[in-house]
């Protein structure tokens, strides 16, 4: 279950609203479909040439929705609140390797305020988006975080 689904079945529990509840029961047995799983992966099969050969489907829009994967039990190294709201994470791999990964526009909501809480060598497991991060001429793989959960 995800950090954001959690604590909305938290509220769900304190108002006593049967029917949020219900649904999210549903969604933790069948899936969420809002969140649209495309793949699960392992961290060591994450790669710049994984994610150059992705790109040859775009462009992305409607009807060709850019693809959203599932990275599991990864461990969260550091996180890093920037100014205007964003959190900057890295996380490690059990069988070695790094991920760099942004969280936008995440603090003060349930994930983002889940991720600063958290000790660091948690392990989690990440939706998001896989995207290149062209910086200062290093090319490196980065996760457009959009849910977590707790590995």
């Known amino acids: ?17 049967m ?5 999210e029961r549903v969604n933790f047995i069948h899936g969420n479909e809002e ?5 699960v992966m392992d961290l060591n099969a994450v790669s710049l040439d994984f994610i150059n050969r992705l790109n040859t489907l775009e462009p992305y829009g409607e ?3 850019e693809p ?22 890295k996380f490690a791999g059990k069988g070695g390797g790094y991920l760099d990964a942004v969280c936008f526009r995440a603090v003060g909501t349930p994930l983002g305020d889940a991720f600063l809480r958290s000790q660091t060598q948690q392990h989690y497991h990440l939706a998001g988006v896989l995207r290149v991060d062209n ?9 457009i975080i959009s849910d977590a959960a707790l590995a």
Do not use: P
């Open 19 to 23: 029917k949020e509840l219900e649904k």
């Open 35 to 39: 969140l649209g799983i495309d793949g």
């Open 68 to 89: 959203v994967f599932a990275i599991q039990d990864v461990i969260l190294m550091k996180t890093i609140q920037t100014k205007n709201g964003h959190l900057v994470c």
């Open 1 to 17: 279950m995800s950090l954001f689904a959690t604590d909305m079945v938290r509220r769900a529990m304190s108002k006593k609203k």
């Open 135 to 143: 910086w200062n001429g290093n090319h490196k793989v980065q996760l």
């Open 63 to 65: 009807g060709n929705l």
